[in-house]
Every structure is written in structure tokens, then in C-alpha cells.
């Protein structure tokens, strides 16, 4: 198949997604003779790695979310779209986007899809009313509102048992965002929040972290888990390996033991970090190849180029694809998406798809923090813990972390939090406890409405938009 681009355009690039594969597959085009849209439902680059700094306050959003748009406004063959990509036709190259009720379409000629992952609950997706993720910048604000408000509430409460209820935090899976999360919610009560309270002391909080597997930090193998586990202890979290959570509501969840005994644990702020699941869209790009499947996460099954089949021009990176022995962190997703990248730009040289090498991952190691001045790391065959693992930690984070505004303001909110008591970033509001739940009820009332509309023959939703303004299937371009 071809990747000339139609007509004498120059090549369009569309780039689903502003993730670290969206943003450095953008950058890494940003000398090719291409135009670029990048398309994303999110208007900032997210730094998911920090987002559990944003949830115990020592970060604001603005540091670990810069506007996408303005990290681009100088590279000037991309453009930006916010919007929700419901639609990719592999066939016509079009992808559909849509942005409060408005579509538009956008054509292109090579595809990069970077959508990512979500939070899993693994089928019960109920759970997550209780028990928020931690994916997105709401997930964190919402998260920072609940661990708080928690602690306001049990201020005010009368009975040791709703007190006990509301200082329980449990975090469910010991991933390395379930480790950095009750080190942090630790340090918080601890440290932060000591002496600010009159009726409690927020240093009795129970912190607690629950696991399936048999250890924690699984993927950094025994060593590592078990030291992250030791300073955890040392810090009070209580650790549940072997547990299975089966049932979440609003105070409280049910776990399973490793014997097969249930047992419910009393808490009113729990936060799931145990699974992910592919975007959707990667199921809706796989049934539209020639044959491409997705595995059990949805993640899709690229072709060694990771293109999907029969489109050697369609590319599927980061969280989205799977490709044996890449881990869903960011430098699989910065790795695949320049390798897209790169074989844009020889295809416009005159490379084949048949011409390219395979993508080959160079593992740079993995890391996680447990508390101030104390991580794991793991860098091939070494494998290290403690101060000097954390000041790695630091370092590389503050790296990849986008603009120098960003990085300045980071170190002296690190500087703030790890050498003093005090966060910077303890605003919360019950609007970010609520919000979430009350868009579900907004969008699900308007589906019901949209449907009674149907029903009643009312007229159907505005047609579609290229860009250049003509209707879908016309040529009519005095549309807009
Ligand atoms: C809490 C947390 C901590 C992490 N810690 C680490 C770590 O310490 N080290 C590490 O290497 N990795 C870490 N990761 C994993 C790492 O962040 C991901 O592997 C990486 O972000 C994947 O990049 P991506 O571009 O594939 O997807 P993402 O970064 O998730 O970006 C997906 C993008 O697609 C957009 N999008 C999704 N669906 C649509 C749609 N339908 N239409 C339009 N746009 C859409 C989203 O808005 C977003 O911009 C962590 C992840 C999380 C959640």
C-alpha cells in the first residue's frame, strides 16, 4: 500500500493523543517537511508520573500539565485540536473528533494513535463511584479533596467508629503509583498535617495497602519490593499482600484472602491503582485493519513497524500498543512514538513500509519513590534503594518534565515539602469531591434525552465538518 499523500498536498500527519507519545512523536517531526494535527480530548501534556504529588498537595496541576498548544506554539507545521476522537476511518484516512456536540473531520495520510490507557476494575466498573483512579488531572484533584476532606470530617466526628472510618485510607494495588501513593499519604498525616487538627491526631491515620500478588512492586522484582516494603512498614502503612478486593462501597471495601476468607475493611476514602485498560479506540482500529487483534487489556497487537494490518501508514504507540517485553511506561510510549516518526520521515524519502527495521525497546530501567529521600531503581541488571535511588528519581523526573518554568517551580515545591513540613498545594473544594459523579449523571440524563428525542422524530445532530468546512460526503465547501 501506498503512503503517498492525495492530490499535491504535502503530507498531513494526524497525531491522536498529547501524552508523552503524542507530544514527542509531534516533536520528533518537527523539521519534516509534514503538517501535523494533533488531536487530543485533553488540552495540556499530562506528566502522569507526578500526578500522586498533585493529590497530597505538593504540586499544583500547572507543573505537571503545561497547555499543549503552548509547548507547540513555536513549531510551526503543528497544529492543535481539542477534541474526542470517536471515530477513524482507516479506509477514507479520516479521523472524526468532537468537541461539545461539534465534529469535525480531520483527513490524513500517516496516523499515529497515542490514546493511552484508563483505569481497569477489572468488569466491575461500579467501584469506581467509591474508589476513584488516578489517571487524569480530575482523578488527582478529586483524590486531593477526598484524602482531605477525610481528615475535615473526622474532625467534626462523634463516634470512635466513624472517626476510625474516616482516618482509614486504603489504596488498592502496589504498582508503583500505589507505593508512591500511601508513602505520600503518610508523610502527609505525619508530617504536614501534625498538630493541625483539635479533636484528632492525624498521625493515628491508618494508611493501607492491598495487593493481590505476593508482593509489592511486583514488576521490580523480590528484592526491591521487599525493600520498598520495609520502609513502608517503618513508615506505618500496613501492607495486605495475597488480597483480592471483591466488593467497594461508599464506607468500605470487602477483600479476599489467600485462604479464601472474606473479611471488610472500614473506610470511607479508598483510591484503585490496580489495573489498566487500553482506550477504546485501539479495539475500534484493530477491527478495522485487515485483521489486527487486541489482547486481553485492549492494548493492540501491532506489526513488528507497529502499524496495524494492511496500513502500513496507521502506527499504534505507547500504552495503546502491545509489543512483548515494553512496559506501559513512558519510555515505551517516547521510544515507539519516534520510531513512528522516524519511519514517516524515510517514508517520505522514498523508504518502503517493507524497508523498515523492526521497533526494538531499549530498556532504560524503571523507579519509584516510597518517601522523601528514600526510592527504588532499577537499571538493567543493577538494582538499587535509598537515598542515592531517590536523587535519581529526582533528577530524571525533573528532566522529562516539560518547559523550565515548570522544572524551577517543582524543585521549590520539592525543596518545600521534603526539607520542611509544609505543601504548597493543600486548596481542595467539594466541587472536586462531587463533579465527577455529577458529569455521569449529566451525560447519562442526556443520552436519555437524546434518545426520547429520537424517539419523538426530532431532527438529527449537526452534520460532520472537515476542517475546510465541507459537509462529510460533499464537496460543498460555503458550509461554515
Ligand atoms: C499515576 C501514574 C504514574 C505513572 N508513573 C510512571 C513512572 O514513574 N514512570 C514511567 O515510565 N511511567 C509511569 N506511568 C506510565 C506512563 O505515564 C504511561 O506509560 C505514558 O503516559 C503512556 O503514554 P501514552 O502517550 O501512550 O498515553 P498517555 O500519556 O496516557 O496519553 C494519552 C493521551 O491521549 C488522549 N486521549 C485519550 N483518548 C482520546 C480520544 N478518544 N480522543 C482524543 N484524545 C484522547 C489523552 O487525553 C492523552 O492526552 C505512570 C502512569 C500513571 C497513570
Same mark, same amino acid.
Given at each position: ?21 503524542? =507530544?514527542?512523536?509531534?516533536?520528533? =517531526? ?140 486504603? /489504596? ?7 507505593? @508512591? ?62 488480597? =483480592? ?7 468500605? /471495601? ?65 500504552? =495503546? ?129 437524546? @434518545? ?29
Amino acid at each position: 500500500m501506498s503512503i503517498e499523500p492525495v492530490e499535491n498536498k504535502r503530507h498531513r500527519v494526524v497525531i491522536i493523543g498529547s501524552g508523552f507519545g503524542g =507530544l514527542f512523536g509531534t516533536r520528533h =517531526l518537527r523539521h519534516a517537511d509534514v503538517d501535523i494535527t494533533l488531536i487530543s480530548k485533553t488540552s495540556t501534556h499530562l506528566f502522569q508520573p507526578l500526578l500522586y504529588q498533585v493529590a497530597t498537595g505538593i504540586l499544583s496541576t500547572g507543573e505537571i500539565a503545561p497547555a499543549t498548544r503552548l509547548i507547540l506554539r513555536k513549531q510551526k507545521n503543528a497544529e492543535v485540536l481539542l477534541g474526542d476522537v470517536v471515530d477513524v476511518d482507516l479506509a477514507s484516512r479520516t479521523v472524526t473528533s468532537t468537541l461539545l456536540n461539534r465534529d469535525t473531520v480531520t483527513e490524513f495520510d500517516s496516523l499515529i494513535v497515542a490514546t493511552g490507557a484508563q483505569q481497569s476494575y477489572f468488569g466491575n466498573d461500579h467501584f469506581a463511584t467509591f474508589a476513584p483512579g488516578m489517571k487524569t488531572i480530575d482523578d488527582a484533584l478529586e483524590l486531593r479533596a477526598r484524602i482531605l476532606g477525610s481528615f475535615e470530617q473526622a474532625e467534626l466526628a462523634v463516634t470512635k467508629e466513624e472517626r476510625d472510618r474516616l482516618m482509614t485510607f486504603v /489504596v488498592v494495588g502496589a504498582g508503583p503509583t500505589g507505593v @508512591e501513593l500511601v508513602g505520600q499519604i503518610a508523610e502527609l498525616a505525619d508530617r504536614t498535617l501534625d498538630g493541625a487538627f483539635r479533636n484528632i491526631d492525624p498521625r493515628d491515620a491508618r494508611v493501607i495497602l492491598v495487593e493481590g500478588a505476593d508482593q509489592v512492586l511486583a514488576p521490580m522484582g523480590p528484592k526491591l519490593g521487599a525493600a520498598a516494603a520495609k520502609r513502608l512498614e517503618k513508615m506505618g502503612v500496613e501492607i495486605q499482600v495475597n488480597t =483480592l478486593v471483591t466488593d467497594v462501597d461508599a464506607f468500605g /471495601v470487602v477483600v479476599k484472602d489467600k485462604d479464601g476468607s472474606t473479611r471488610r475493611i472500614e473506610s470511607v476514602c479508598k483510591v484503585w491503582s490496580a489495573g489498566v485498560q487500553a482506550s477504546p479506540l485501539g479495539k475500534m482500529i484493530a477491527e478495522r485493519s485487515d485483521g489486527t487483534q487486541v489482547d486481553r487489556a485492549g492494548r493492540v497487537i501491532v506489526q513488528p513497524d507497529l502499524t496495524v494490518k494492511g496500513y502500513p501508514n496507521v502506527f499504534v504507540v505507547g500504552d =495503546l500498543m502491545a509489543v512483548p517485553g515494553v512496559p506501559g511506561q513512558a519510555q515505551g510510549a517516547i521510544q515507539g512514538a519516534t520510531y513512528a516518526a522516524k519511519a514517516i520521515k524515510a517514508g517520505l524519502k522514498g523508504q518502503t513500509p517493507e524497508e523498515r527495521k523492526p521497533f526494538k525497546y531499549f530498556n532504560k530501567g524503571s523507579m519509584a519513590t516510597i518517601s522523601r529521600f528514600d526510592a527504588v531503581c532499577q537499571v538493567g541488571k543493577f538494582e538499587f534503594s535509598g537515598f542515592f535511588a531517590w536523587l535519581a528519581w529526582l533528577g530524571l523526573h525533573l528532566y522529562y518534565l516539560i518547559g523550565y518554568r515548570n522544572r524551577l517551580v517543582t524543585m521549590i515545591g520539592w525543596f518545600v515539602s521534603f526539607l520542611g513540613r509544609d505543601r504548597g498545594q493543600m486548596a481542595a473544594t467539594e466541587q472536586w469531591i462531587f463533579a465527577r459523579l455529577a458529569v455521569e449523571q449529566v451525560n447519562s440524563d442526556q443520552a436519555d434525552a437524546d @434518545e426520547l428525542a429520537a424517539a419523538l422524530g426530532a431532527p438529527p445532530p449537526p452534520a460532520k465538518l472537515y476542517k475546510d468546512g465541507r459537509l462529510t460526503g460533499t464537496d460543498n465547501r460555503d458550509i461554515v
